[in-house]
């Protein structure tokens, strides 16, 4: 059940330009906490007042039941961000959490594909993670637009797995896309994880389904309220089994979908 707290930030530091990596302690929300899930927040500092009003989501990068913490990247995009950035250790945050709904890793998949781009790279570190601790076979993709834009790469060079980064301006791994690598793949692919920029994981979409491999992915919504109730996170996806489409809020059936279910081209 989600909780709505105040605490105070243990740190934050800038790791790239514009990207932000921020530490909280919230035991009361961490020890519910599940991978791919998501919390919305708001600044409570004197200086910031009501201004900007609406919270902002913001998904889950590490979660440590052990200490109590979770640690929380994001990318300065608007005014909201911008306030969220100056914030220091000892400033305080009014914490909504945890919300929606997260990865899924079903015990017949043994071969897996992660294709992360740019500061959708971030909700997959946990699901990486795990997927090693249960000795699944992973190759991960990350794409970026430039090599100090690949977040966490440091962590993901940590584990056994296949790891391909692409970059817009060649500074690291291929130069281009992300999905360029997947026609490049050998090996039969069991399932699919993905969270970026609509346009890669409209690309990864159809090569899904050419290639008749299931999977989910995390979209990146705007969202007003986190509960359901403002409607401003609906997407579009297919109904199952059926033809047509229907809406779902991001916030509460999402943010992690079947891949091959969103429409992504509307």
């Known amino acids: 059940m989600a909780q709505r707290v105040i605490k105070e930030i243990i740190d934050q530091q800038k790791i790239g330009p514009g990207y932000f990596k921020l530490v909280i302690k919230v035991p009361e929300i961490v020890a519910q906490a599940k991978i791919g899930q998501f919390v919305h927040i708001k600044w409570v500092a004197e200086d910031s007042g009501a201004d900007p009003l609406l919270r902002r989501p913001i998904s889950l990068n590490r979660i440590n039941p052990a200490e109590g913490t979770m640690t929380l990247v994001y990318r300065v995009v608007g005014r909201g961000t911008k306030v969220l950035s100056k914030l220091t250790a000892g400033d305080k945050l009014d914490i909504m959490g945890p919300l929606g709904t997260g990865f ?152 992690v979908f079947p891949l091959r279910e969103v429409i992504f081209d509307e």
């Open 104 to 255: 899924s890793i079903s015990e017949d998949t043994n071969r897996v594909l992660v294709i992360g781009g740019g500061v959708g790279i971030a909700p997959l570190y946990p699901l990486v993670n795990e997927l090693v601790k249960q000795n699944k076979e992973v190759i991960l993709l990350l794409g970026a637009e430039s090599a100090e834009e690949v977040i966490d790469l440091s962590s993901f060079e940590e584990f056994d797995l296949e790891l391909k980064v692409a970059t817009m301006d060649g500074s690291l791994g291929r130069e281009g896309f992300v999905t360029d690598y997947l026609a490049e793949l050998e090996q039969e692919i069991d399932y699919i994880y993905t969270c970026g920029p609509m346009p890669m994981m409209k690309v990864i979409r159809d090569w899904a389904i050419d290639s008749n491999v299931a999977g989910q992915a995390s979209l990146e919504e705007r969202m007003g309220c986190g509960t359901g109730a403002c409607l401003s996170c609906v997407c579009q996806v297919k109904i199952d089994g059926k033809d047509g489409w229907t809406y779902k809020k991001a916030c509460t059936a999402g943010p």
